[in-house]
T-cell receptor
Framework: NAGVTQTPKFQVLKTGQSMTLQCAQD?????MSWYRQDPGMGLRLIHYSVGAGITDQGEVPNGYNVSRSTTEDFPLRLLSAAPSQTSVYFCASRRTGVGQETQYFGPGTRLLVL | AQKITQTQPGMFVQEKEAVTLDCTYDTSDQSYGLFWYKQPSSGEMIFLIYQGSYDEQNATEGRYSLNFQKARKSANLVISASQLGDSAMYFC?????????????FGTGTRLLVSP
């Protein structure tokens, strides 16, 4: 299993540009989520999904869109990038259900918006 | 308010010594989970240990143990026999329920430096 994969690893954008951060997992996990990590802060939840076709907002959803057309993929879209979106983005997945506590994180995407 | 607090921005320990990283949490939920993650300089988030709110015994995973004191709302991570490779950021996190989903709320982290 590859686990949780994210592409790209690094990206530089200009203000106003759009892009999609890719996330995929091959563990058949129902639950997937996107977090951002800023200096001096822990990770904050952006969006999450409990299964294909079901998504919802986390703590800091503004400026981001998601969709979940398959169990494996959960892309994060920035429609019009802003410097405040400069951050490291982590995708995570886990099984739902009692006892399925471990959340697996991808390696992260480092985004710089100029 | 549901919150995780890590009051130690940085900790130093000598190799082979034990170190305790502090974590306190605030929630009114009766059912919750507490996690510790390690983030080395390479950036990935590595799961270390989990403690459920109803677990009576402290969780242990190799050199890691979680000192869970429910009445004090603390979930400190103890690393025994520190190794140079333990130098990293450590995050405490709490699993919360809400609206049929679960999310993790993270603390701001503690940077651990292990010296030879």
């Amino acid at each position: 299993n590859a686990g949780v994969t994210q592409t790209p690893k690094f990206q530089v954008l200009k203000t106003g540009q759009s892009m999609t951060l890719q996330c995929a997992q091959d563990m058949n996990h129902e639950y997937m989520s996107w977090y951002r990590q800023d200096p001096g802060m822990g990770l904050r939840l952006i969006h999450y999904s409990v299964g294909a076709g079901i998504t919802d907002q986390g703590e800091v959803p503004n400026g981001y869109n998601v969709s979940r057309s398959t169990t494996e993929d959960f892309p994060l879209r920035l429609l019009s990038a802003a410097p405040s979106q400069t951050s490291v983005y982590f995708c995570a997945s886990r099984r739902t259900g009692v006892g399925q506590e471990t959340q697996y994180f991808g390696p992260g995407t480092r985004l710089l918006v100029l | 308010a549901q919150k995780i607090t890590q009051t130690q921005p940085g900790m130093f320990v000598q190799e082979k010594e034990a170190v305790t990283l502090d974590c306190t949490y605030d929630t009114s939920d009766q059912s919750y989970g507490l996690f510790w993650y390690k983030q080395p300089s390479s950036g990935e988030m590595i799961f270390l240990i989990y403690q459920g709110s109803y677990d009576e015994q402290n969780a242990t995973e190799g050199r890691y143990s979680l000192n869970f004191q429910k009445a004090r709302k603390s979930a400190n991570l103890v690393i025994s026999a520190s190794q140079l490779g333990d130098s990293a950021m450590y995050f405490c996190a709490m699993r919360l329920h809400g609206g049929g989903f679960q999310k993790l709320v993270f603390g701001t982290g503690t940077r651990l430096l292990v010296s030879p």
